[in-house]
């Protein structure tokens, strides 16, 4: 029988990959710094009990957004962190490195267009590169531009698109998942999501409360002409996420997440 692990940790999550904005198929590689020195790599990296030599984020807009001038964005992180640095995958890498005395290696990807064709979308094609990459462990950060599920037939064609999609990632069979919950909550898209993490023996991260927080939001922190990017998540709500994750990983490393 696979264990659900869940943890209520913070709360936050992705948004989306907003129209005409070009960031569907954005991919950063290696890690969100440096790549791991050659005398690191030699040596696995571990937060407790929990492999991290190499960590794969998969999310939208909020994970990874590259340029787009005609929405006065100019960046090439999580959309709409103030710099690099502040976004939460930077601020989760600094905080894996200094648990486990190293810099993992770590893979970012823009998969929005999984979530708005998820029953078209070929996996293995499109995410071959991520596939290959073999992760240790995998963040989920999707759920906000799956249009949304009205009918029976409609959430389980997304069940069964985003089971297949765990499945891949977790295909090496090395991959620890953990799957957070909308940004914007969406009960429907999250339980399906949850029970799919649950299947999977994933971590599912309940991240709801944080986007009902303006503080969250970054036009609480500066002002933006593009009312979507406005929406996103500020630093402070970056660093929500980041806590969230972190907190969840923890747990899982040492055993303390609770188990359903």
């Not at 998942?177 to 993490?197: G, N, T, Y």
């Not at 991260?205 to 609480?220: M, W």
């Amino acid at each position: 029988m696979n264990r659900c692990w869940t943890t209520g940790a913070w709360v936050l999550a992705a948004v989306c990959a907003l129209p005409g904005s070009g960031g569907n198929r954005a991919t950063r590689g290696a890690a969100p710094e440096e790549s791991p020195s050659s005398s690191q790599a030699d040596r696995a990296l571990r937060v407790g009990n929990l492999p991290v030599q190499k960590v794969l984020f998969l999310g939208n807009s909020i994970t990874l957004h590259g340029p787009a001038p005609s929405i006065g964005w100019t960046g090439n992180w999580g959309m709409a962190a103030s710099s690099s640095d502040r976004d939460y995958v930077h601020l989760l890498a600094q905080q894996l490195s200094a648990a486990a005395g190293g810099k993992p290696d770590v893979l970012v990807a823009n998969i929005a267009e999984f979530e708005r064709q998820y029953e078209n979308y070929d996996v293995d094609g499109q995410l071959r590169q991520q596939l290959e990459f073999a992760a240790d462990v995998v963040i989920v950060a999707i759920g906000e531009n799956v249009p949304a599920l009205a009918t029976n037939d409609a959430q389980q064609r997304f069940r069964v698109c985003f089971e297949r999609l765990l499945a891949a990632l977790q295909r090496q069979g090395r991959a620890v998942l953990f799957v957070r919950s909308s940004f914007w909550p969406e009960p429907v898209k999250d339980a399906i999501m949850q029970e799919a993490c649950c299947a999977a023996g994933g971590v599912f991260v309940d991240i709801r409360a944080l986007g009902g927080v303006e503080a969250n939001a970054a036009r609480s922190e500066r002002h933006f002409e593009h009312a979507g990017v406005a929406a996103h998540p500020g630093d402070q709500g970056m660093k929500a996420i980041a806590a969230a994750l972190w907190t969840a990983i923890q747990q899982r490393a040492l055993g303390t997440t609770r188990d359903e």
